[in-house]
């Protein structure tokens, strides 16, 4: 069984920063992308920032220069640095793991359960 742990949520001022880890576990032979989704309150699920096994990285038009994402495929592990945040970017924020392949299923998708950012003053 595959599971993703994030951790580095919480309140932060606008224009601060904050860094996100997810952690990916169990019997996990490779992972094509890692990325953060993001849902805020009332609003669909949408990419924020992914990336290859190869470092090829897609971010979200309204996060570009704002936020970095990184990879660390020995650990199964992604971060994302976001900085100069902004009201709008308070959602829920979640790992995704794409097309892993494991001794028993090849190309699944897995999600963690979320970590909860808020930028308010």
């Known amino acids: 069984q595959v599971r993703l742990v994030e951790s580095g949520g919480g309140l932060v001022q606008p224009g601060g920063s904050l860094r996100l880890s997810c952690a990916a576990s169990g019997s996990i032979l490779s992972i094509n992308a890692m990325g953060w989704y993001r849902q805020a309150p009332g609003k669909q699920r949408e990419l924020v920032a992914a990336?290859?096994?190869?470092?090829?990285?897609n971010y979200a038009d309204s996060v570009k220069g704002r936020f970095t994402i990184s990879r660390d495929n020995a650990k199964n592990t992604v971060y994302l640095q976001m900085n100069s945040l902004k009201p709008e970017d308070t959602a829920t924020y979640y790992c995704n793991a794409d097309s892993v392949v494991t001794p028993v299923h090849y190309g699944m998708d897995y999600w963690g359960k979320g970590t909860l950012v808020i930028v308010s003053s």
């Open positions: 990336i290859t096994s190869g470092g090829s990285i």
